[in-house]
């Protein structure tokens, strides 16, 4: 095995290894946005206070005073 077969080799197994741990790397980041997008639905409703009621059209608010 030559020397550049060495410097080969030892590039490839750097290469894989990196790669590993960019997949695992990615893995933990995607579960942990899991886990804040289901923190963040949890709390959606609550942050935005009491719901509003919308005012009836004038026209009906008229007919129920009569």
Do not use: N, Y
């Not at 490839?12 to 886990?35: S, V």
């Amino acid at each position: 095995m030559s020397e550049l077969d060495k410097i080969r080799a030892e590039i490839r197994a750097i290469t894989a290894e990196t790669l590993e741990c960019m997949r695992i790397l990615h893995a933990e980041k995607m579960a942990k946005f899991d886990e804040l997008e289901v923190w963040l639905r949890a709390h959606k409703s609550r942050d935005r206070g009491p719901r509003r009621r919308r005012k009836p059209p004038k026209r009906i608010q008229g007919k129920k005073q009569q």
